[in-house]
């Protein structure tokens, strides 16, 4: 399809981090692609083999330089590398280091795929106003967002630097891609050790990767490029509205009793969000429909609430598009590949969700469906909930009752951190044969999939 070009408006669209946004596009784009190439895949990573496959339809992006997110291109994903493209680009000007070509910000995700990361596509189109104004794409969103780039709208033949952002190792399928090329690492998980060249690579256990980028304009961080007095002006209201969501959906609105949020994300979050009180646009739009003052805390628990429900609202999606919109892949310690998909449902309506007709045939056919097209050892799901209190479940299928038993064992080991599993009966019909598949649910509800992984990497 024809991506359409009017670009939408919103009360933020026309601070400079939307501009920057609209102008990297630009500047590092050709024209779409007419006709499939023979090796295009719309629903793979990028590899060295099929770099240059692209959808249909859409512009393809030819950068030197890009800013690249996980590859579940979350909100903490995409705001991080939007956010620190536009810190490099500023710096470059700012230290007359700048080039025609801007780094590019690169959501880690099939353009196909963008719109079930319905928490992104909220703040792109309801905040930063980079939603097209009229028709849809071919995946029947309301808006096309032509000004961002999908990681198979890139050239990835051209590009000389790589920065990493929200993740610290490579999905499999692209450490080729970046090798030799990666100049900085930010992430808040623990380090798997890759590219240890590369000039800057902070990784820290805390709450949000945004909160390292908003450490940078805030001139807070040992790896400032400019005087925090001059990037501090950069932190436009656009930018920290985007900054701010990331940081408190990854935290839980700064919720202690999750135990995400450290001294250093509230420190960012208070700044940003007194920042945004002197925003007469920001505050409208953020508490226009509310009757409180406004706020610190009303500001925050605002923008939570609205980007949450985003986050939430997936009554429009299969079982199969559950799986893939927030999925990450790693490989074990004894070569195993691993696949975990979280999903914001309770534990309860997944397992209905597996048993209803949309999860097209047998309880568990999606699992197995899903797995083998992408070919998993073991597929983990894992299931969250805020409400009426917080709540996490997993479900578990492999191909192999040997690999499913040691999995199982792994996660219910007297281990610190213990993850407090509990076993769940499934649903009738779960029980024929080759539906290898286990349900439980997660006492400890601080451990998310950043502690899982490392768990099963080590003991697979």
């Known amino acids: 399809m024809a991506?359409?070009?009017?670009?939408?408006?919103?009360?933020?669209?026309?601070?400079?981090?939307?501009?920057?946004?609209?102008?990297?596009?630009?500047?590092?784009?050709?024209?779409?692609?007419?006709?499939?190439?023979a090796a295009a895949s719309a629903t793979v990573l990028p590899t060295a083999a099929n770099a240059t496959a692209h959808p249909v339809g859409w512009p393809v992006f030819q950068p030197a330089t890009v800013v690249v997110g996980n590859e579940s291109a979350d909100l903490d994903s995409a705001v991080s590398a939007m956010s620190y493209a536009y810190y490099l680009h500023q710096s470059a000007l700012h230290l007359g280091t700048a080039d025609d070509r801007p780094a590019l910000p690169v959501l880690n995700v099939c353009r196909q795929d963008l719109a079930l990361r319905t928490e992104v596509t909220w703040l792109l189109g309801s905040f930063l106003g980079l939603a097209a104004a009229e028709g849809a794409d071919s995946a029947g969103t309301k808006a096309s967002f032509e000004t961002l780039a999908c990681q198979d709208?890139?050239?990835?033949?051209?590009?000389?630097?790589?920065?990493?952002?929200?993740?610290?190792?490579?999905?499999?399928?692209?450490?080729?891609?970046?090798?030799?090329?990666?100049?900085?690492?930010?992430?808040?998980?623990?380090?798997?050790?890759?590219?240890?060249?590369?000039?800057?690579?902070?990784?820290?256990?805390?709450g949000s990767c945004a909160t390292l980028v908003a450490e940078r304009f805030l001139g807070r961080s040992p790896h400032t490029l400019v005087p925090g007095?001059?990037?501090?002006?950069?932190?436009?209201?656009?930018?920290?509205?985007?900054?701010?969501?990331?940081i408190l959906v990854d935290t839980g609105n700064l919720d202690p009793a999750l135990d995400r949020a450290t001294e250093r994300d509230v420190s960012a979050a208070r700044d940003l969000g007194d920042l945004l009180l002197r925003s007469p646009e920001a505050t409208g739009?953020?508490?226009?429909?509310?009757?409180?003052q406004p706020t610190i805390q009303n500001l925050f628990r605002s923008l939570f609430d609205q980007a949450q429900a985003a986050k939430l609202d997936i009554s429009a999606l299969?079982?199969?598009?559950?799986?893939?919109?927030?999925?990450?892949?790693?490989?074990?310690?004894?070569?195993?590949?691993?696949?975990?998909?979280?999903?914001?449902?309770?534990?309860?309506?997944?397992?209905?969700?597996?048993?209803?007709?949309?999860?097209?045939?047998?309880?568990a056919q999606t699992l197995v469906d899903f797995a083998t097209?992408?070919?998993?050892?073991?597929?983990g799901v894992m299931t969250y909930?805020?409400?009426?209190?917080?709540?996490?479940?997993?479900?578990?299928?492999?191909?192999?009752?040997?690999?499913?038993?040691?999995?199982?064992?792994?996660?219910?080991?007297?281990?610190?951190?213990?993850?407090?599993?509990?076993?769940?009966?499934?649903?009738?019909?779960?029980?024929?044969?080759?539906?290898?598949?286990?349900?439980?649910?997660?006492?400890?509800?601080?451990?998310?999939r950043k502690q899982l992984f490392p768990r099963l990497i080590e003991q697979l």
Not at 285 to 292: I, K, R
Not at 431 to 442: D, I
């Open 3 to 37: 991506a359409p070009s009017t670009v939408g408006r919103t009360p933020l669209s026309g601070f400079p981090f939307c501009a920057f946004l609209r102008q990297t596009a630009t500047a590092n784009t050709r024209p779409p692609v007419a006709v499939a190439p």
């Open 153 to 206: 709208q890139v050239d990835w033949t051209t590009i000389a630097a790589v920065h990493l952002v929200d993740h610290n190792q490579p999905a499999a399928q692209q450490a080729d891609l970046f090798q030799g090329k990666v100049r900085s690492v930010l992430d808040h998980r623990a380090d798997g050790g890759a590219f240890p060249t590369a000039a800057v690579r902070e990784i820290l256990t805390i």
């Open 229 to 246: 007095e001059i990037s501090r002006a950069w932190l436009d209201p656009a930018l920290c509205v985007s900054l701010l969501s990331a």
């Open 285 to 292: 739009l953020l508490l226009a429909q509310s009757t409180v």
């Open 318 to 363: 299969s079982v199969m598009d559950l799986l893939r919109k927030d999925y990450k892949q790693v490989v074990s310690a004894g070569g195993l590949t691993l696949g975990v998909a979280a999903v914001g449902l309770p534990l309860g309506d997944f397992l209905s969700r597996l048993a209803s007709p949309d999860s097209e045939g047998a309880f």
């Open 373 to 379: 097209s992408h070919g998993l050892d073991l597929l």
């Open 385 to 448: 909930f805020p409400e009426p209190t917080f709540q996490r479940g997993l479900v578990l299928y492999s191909p192999s009752a040997d690999t499913l038993a040691r999995a199982v064992d792994a996660l219910t080991l007297d281990q610190d951190p213990s993850f407090q599993m509990s076993s769940v009966d499934l649903p009738m019909g779960a029980s024929e044969p080759g539906a290898l598949v286990v349900a439980m649910n997660q006492g400890n509800i601080k451990l998310s």
